[in-house]
């Protein structure tokens, strides 16, 4: 409903944004028989629904279908080369986006108890708050306003039309040459995507995939010039145009040159025009500042999602939504984040959870078990012809894991098992003891896990007599150098 048929103006729980995070926290607040009222200025269902995880999923897609069609000999199949319709491809990919979408409208929330309130909502008090000339009052008010793509500061920019992610999708061109400034995770998966499709890339940025460590980000460098996406590591200094074209300059010297521009260089919190003053609420350029209650210095007022800075995932800010909105209504609450997997769309995709490699090394030393296996040596991606990648284990000395990471296919589907793992504090020998199906990219993990196991349980006193009772021969000494025993089907 819009609030021109808003009759109520009291609720239990008034939430700002209807992203991720605002949209769990409603349906939680709402099974618990609370009056709701989510806020929204714009589209239900955010960045996510809209500019960000569905759109570029559905776009990656597109290319990696061109991307198979190419490249199709190599399993035998003859095929011509893909010819690629891009006003077809955006016109896909606004279907899956309005399909998701009809799960999140103002009617289907509204069967769920839910009230939708359009427009754009300011700060009057702790508890009320004005929404286009109309008080709305609530006992606890929840911002999940989001961010939007921040503006670098490069000069030029205002002199030349570029894209964001909140526009790209939204293209019907395939350009001749895509530039793109900045190496996160956007400019990666949209860089890949469009080379894929047939346009020319140059990305350019300090570093591709800063978030990685070394050896994650060489491996995706490889794959990239291997697929002729040429990468300037470095910073665009200045743009302009040069007819057609536009000109980026860079700290290294050079000129490199595009006819479509899409700058991908982070993101910041909207908060502008909440008057979050009015409220008393504190907050600086970084976004909202919560505890792990996620409650902002005014005990009414919490925070969730992309707005209080931190990791910028759908997934995360969904969890703050949820962790919000129980710590507001019901007694007790709070949690800490034990780990936050994150997981970037490439080809092949990068799962992660845990700290950093370098973290890891820099504070554990020896203490931490390191433990890699190549998807060459995974038979599932040996048939696929996908061998390009590895799967890494990092152990504590008491078995459980730590820290993982997965360069793979599917790889975010293999990362639940990692989530449950490390925020239970499994052990790798649960791992190696739970029968995975063969062939799968997830068998990777149970050999990493039986190799750990094996060489945990025969080595010292305890494997030397271990070997005696099975009638085998004594080892010399009483240990032995760890080796990562792996089979080829999964089983021990």
Known sequence: MDTDSLSQTDFDFAIIGAGSAGLTAADFAARLGLRVALIERDRIGGDCTWTGCVPSKALVKAARVAHQVRH????????DPPRVDMAAVRDRIRDAVEQVYRRETPEVLATRGISVVKGAARFTGPTSLDVDGRTI??????????????????????????????????????????????????????????????????????????????????????????EGVDCHLGRATALRRDGDEIVAATDHGEDLRGDLLLV????RPNLEGLDLAAAGITHDDNGVPVDRRMRTNVSTVYAAGDVV???????????????????ALLPGGGADVNAVPRLTFTDPEIAHIGPDL?????????RIEIRRIDLADIDRAVADGETRGFVRLAVRPNGTLLAATVVSPHAGETLGELVLA????????????????????????????VGLALDRSLSGFGGAMARLLAGGARPRGTGGAATNTATTNGTA
């Open 358 to 366: 370098d973290a890891v090394r820099d504070e554990h030393g020896d």
């Open 264 to 267: 991908a260089t982070g993101r």
């Open 72 to 79: 199709a000999h190599r399993f035998g199949v003859m095929v």
């Open 309 to 327: 800075g931190g990791p910028q995932f759908t997934h995360f800010a969904g969890w703050q939504g949820f962790q919000a909105a129980r710590a």
């Open 422 to 449: 490390i925020g239970n504090g499994i052990r790798a020998q649960r791992l190696a003891e739970t029968m995975h199906a063969y062939p799968t990219y997830a068998t990777g993990l149970q050999q990493i896990a």
């Open 137 to 226: 009052r609530a006992r606890k008010i929840l911002i999940a306003t989001g961010a939007r793509p921040a503006r670098p500061a490069i000069d030029g920019l205002d002199r030349v039309p570029y894209a964001t992610y909140e526009t790209i999708f939204d293209n019907d061109r395939l350009p001749d040459h895509l530039l793109v400034v900045g190496g996160g995770p956007i400019g990666a998966e949209m860089a890949q995507a469009y080379r894929r499709l047939g346009a020319r890339v140059t990305l350019v940025g300090p570093r591709l995939l800063p978030r990685e460590d070394d050896e994650t980000r060489a491996e995706i460098q490889a794959v990239f010039e291997r």
